[in-house]
């Protein structure tokens, strides 16, 4: 039930996509540099993100991807769908044929459980929510360093 590099790594790109949304296409270089994820192995998860109509790519002198819809109408469960499939914990929550007495077990209700908690999470986040909540711990590391983002000391009062 572990999300794979590739969950994760497509994750942190689309994230960073989002950040910039607006600003014209980012470079693979730019995205790689900022996420510490090989331009290689990035390249592949953006052009599966491009596939599944999530991002757009530009070739050329200023090309890069650009996010396809705006970072308030990408949910996470797009971004996972697409670069995991299905975040069904067991088999059978996907093919009901791979375990008939499904309805006669209480470990599969709670497979069923969580689940649907994971989906009701990721259908709910928005690329936005997580663009604001980055933010946010960026300003709190910040206050924490003793500097505002420019880097200068913030007066407690």
């Not at 697409?82 to 006669?104: F, R, T, V």
């Not at 936005?128 to 407690?156: S, Y």
């Amino acid at each position: 039930m572990r999300i794979s590099t590739r969950g994760r790594y497509g994750m942190m790109a689309m994230l960073d996509l989002a950040r910039h949304y607006g600003k014209g296409s980012i470079s693979v270089r730019d995205i790689a540099r900022r996420q510490g994820i090989s331009e290689r192995y990035l390249e592949h998860l953006l052009a599966s993100l491009r596939v599944a109509g999530m991002v757009r790519s530009a070739r050329g002198t200023g090309g890069g991807f650009t996010l396809a819809k705006s970072p308030s109408q990408v949910r996470l469960s797009e971004i996972i769908q697409a670069m995991e499939g299905s975040m069904a914990p067991i088999e059978c929550l996907d093919n009901p044929e791979a375990y008939p007495q499904a309805s006669l077990c209480a470990i599969h209700d709670i497979w069923v459980e969580v689940k649907a908690a994971m989906d009701g999470i990721l259908e709910s986040t928005t690329l936005q929510d997580l663009v604001e909540r980055q933010a946010e711990k960026e300003a709190t590391a910040t206050v924490l360093r003793g500097g505002d983002k420019n880097g200068l000391p913030v007066l407690w009062v």
